[in-house]
């Protein structure tokens, strides 16, 4: 695959697909794989110019970080393309003990073999902006410093309680971070400016991006350096909406890509992990129109009798459905409904949870030969979708309107999967009518 612009792996399924729409919707084929793919499903995708790997990393261990992704990362490094991205949630939401980017920068260093790691968050498409090192993400409809996010800095697992992403970053590495802020992309000097971060104390180099115009003076500071041996990037999906600037420029890529609208489905199977106020926001507005919701206690799908309560919660969906009705199976019904505290009291059960969704969802397309279903929350996707038996997925519909949780096709060898239509939608992610606009199979 010698024509590849890009190689990544997505920190979490939903921010994976999110690098793939960004990437797809604006002329650049790409495919994303569930794990490592034969040579086999690798030939079905050998004319994408790039190639993402979807993973879990943003909610494991520093110690299974050092297991997983340096194989990860070494086969991702022989696909030789120009740029290969450790990907991560625009919100930066991480810590030392889960998901710790640092750690995975670390890894990515020295197997690149690279003085500097550059990295990008901000991303104005997502309304994330990074001004003097600090990042600012959008809640309905007002810009927030992290730190004070209504909803990112009470995450349930890592709470972001810090904005200023360089002391962020020094809880989970040692290696120096130097800055290039909005006035050094600004300069007539930028490119020795940024030249001189890089070889002193080079480690991790961020770069500020508060808008179209440093995202795109950026994304050339980003292919400049790569052509000085930095392949290797890390931060949200910023970086491929950087680069495409720079493509664009060196006539690599073309213009937008158009999506026909696959048009609706009278029947949608959802199954929803998230305890945000935004995802309950949309099964509220959904169940006020014509979807029916099940509440599902997560504790019973994590304990002992978990098989059983699967089925039964399966069996639930299963009898909505055949009622001609679109289900929304949910173990939370906004923060206030979180039961995180009792979860995490159970070794693994966070990882369960998600398993146990996916199995559920898989029960309610074998047995009602649905086409068309949706996974809500990003650890939940990372999880849920193994359960699927999906190997692959491309873009089918973008959503211009709330970017990062496409409808796209599944690829795979088994039948009641293969050629699925599924959307991964982050808590945070998209508008009230998010869930009918799946089922409709609008863009917006």
């Not at 190639?51 to 992704?69: C, F, K, N």
């Not at 490094?77 to 998901?99: E, M, Q, R, W």
């Not at 993400?137 to 890592?158: C, E, K, L, N, W």
Request: proline share 5%.
């Amino acid at each position: 695959m010698s024509n590849l612009l890009l190689s990544y792996y997505g920190d979490d399924f939903t921010g994976s697909t999110d690098v793939m729409e960004a990437l797809a919707s604006n002329g650049v084929p790409t495919a994303l794989f569930l794990g490592l793919p034969s040579d086999a499903m690798l030939e079905r995708f050998k004319d994408c110019r790039a190639i993402g790997i979807a993973g879990t990393s943003r909610s494991e261990t520093p110690q299974w970080m050092d297991e997983h992704l340096t194989p990860v990362f070494t086969w991702l490094k022989s696909l030789n393309a120009a740029i290969c991205h450790y990907k991560v949630c625009s919100t930066f939401d991480s810590g030392p003990k889960v998901g710790n980017i640092g750690k995975a920068i670390e890894i990515g260093k020295t197997l690149f073999q690279q003085s500097v790691v550059p990295v990008i968050v901000g991303a104005p498409q997502l309304k994330r902006y990074t001004a003097f090192g600090h990042l600012f993400a959008a809640y309905q409809g007002q810009v927030f410093r992290i730190d004070r996010h209504p909803v990112m800095s009470r995450h349930p697992v890592t709470p972001m309680d810090e904005a200023d992403l360089a002391a962020h970053l020094a809880r989970q590495t040692a290696l120096p971070v130097r800055l290039a802020d909005l006035a050094t992309l600004r300069s007539p000097d930028a490119d020795t400016l940024i030249d001189a971060l890089g070889q002193s104390e080079a480690g991790i180099l961020l770069l500020d991006v508060d808008g179209h115009d440093t995202q795109a003076a950026a994304g050339r500071q980003l292919w400049r350096l790569h052509g000085k041996g930095n392949s290797f990037v890390a931060g949200s999906s910023g970086i491929e909406y950087a680069l495409l600037n720079a493509w664009r420029d060196e006539k690599l890529v073309g213009g937008k890509q158009d999506f026909a609208a696959p048009g609706k489905v009278e029947r949608l199977a959802v199954v929803s992990g998230s305890v945000s106020p935004t995802t309950e926001r949309q099964i509220r507005k959904a169940t006020s129109e014509g979807f029916d919701g099940i509440d599902i206690d997560p504790l019973d799908l994590v304990g002992e009798g978990g098989e059983r309560a699967i089925r039964q919660a399966a069996d639930a969906g299963i009898a909505r459905l055949k009622a001609g009705r679109s289900v929304i199976l949910h173990t939370a019904l906004g923060p206030s409904a979180d039961r995180g505290g009792d979860i995490d009291r159970i070794p693994g059960a966070r990882h369960r949870l998600g398993q146990a969704l996916g199995t559920i969802l898989r029960h309610m397309i074998e047995e009602e030969g649905l086409s068309r279903a949706v996974i809500a929350g990003g650890d939940t996707s990372s999880h849920a979708l193994k359960e699927l038996r999906v190997e692959a997925l491309t873009t089918l519909l973008p959503l211009p309107q709330t970017p990062g949780s496409p409808l796209c096709t599944a690829h795979g060898s088994y039948a009641p999967t293969s050629g699925l239509q599924i959307a991964l939608k982050g808590g945070q992610v998209g508008t009230d009518d998010y869930f009918a606009q799946i089922r409709d199979g609008r863009s917006s």
